[in-house]
């Protein structure tokens, strides 16, 4: 019959340390957010925490007929996946009065990609749609 052996309390201590040290690194690691701009010089930011894309955030002009022009402050998208560096969706709000569709690449501490957006304007009651490519930095 086996005795047990006896293990201190520091030793158990760092082994889970250890532990959690791998699980953390083999996820993923900490949250890191990216900013940068868009074809259109507007503001775009998103944070990848994990496989995942969180926090997506942009603002694009889009074109209306009649030469006008429509800014929409995009945001309040749902995580997306990122598989072999890739990511993007297409995202319809309610009533339909917005379509989004965004697909990028995430390489080190860039993502790159493209935004395009249709929303009814309100005040003119017509579909207004643009689209941009964007560059953000960690």
């Known amino acids: 019959m086996r005795t047990p052996r006896k293990t201190s309390v520091p030793a158990v201590a760092a082994s889970a340390l250890t532990a959690l040290v791998l699980a953390g690194a083999s996820y993923g690691g900490a949250a890191v957010h990216f900013a940068g701009e868009t074809s259109q010089k507007q503001r775009i930011t998103l944070t990848v925490s994990g496989s995942f ?11 209306c007929p009649r030469k006008r022009r429509l800014i929409v402050h995009d945001s309040g998208f ?3 996946r990122i598989g072999r560096g ?3 969706g297409t995202f319809t709000a309610k009533a339909s009065v917005a379509t989004v569709s965004v697909s990028g690449h995430r390489s080190g501490r860039s993502v790159s990609g493209t935004v395009q ?6 005040k003119w009651h017509k579909f207004c749609s643009g689209r941009a490519t964007f560059k953000a930095r960690a």
């Open 86 to 88: 890739s990511f993007g």
């Open 117 to 122: 957006d249709r929303t009814k304007s309100h």
């Open 53 to 63: 894309v969180r926090n997506l955030r942009f603002t694009i002009m889009d074109r």
């Open 78 to 80: 749902p995580s997306m």
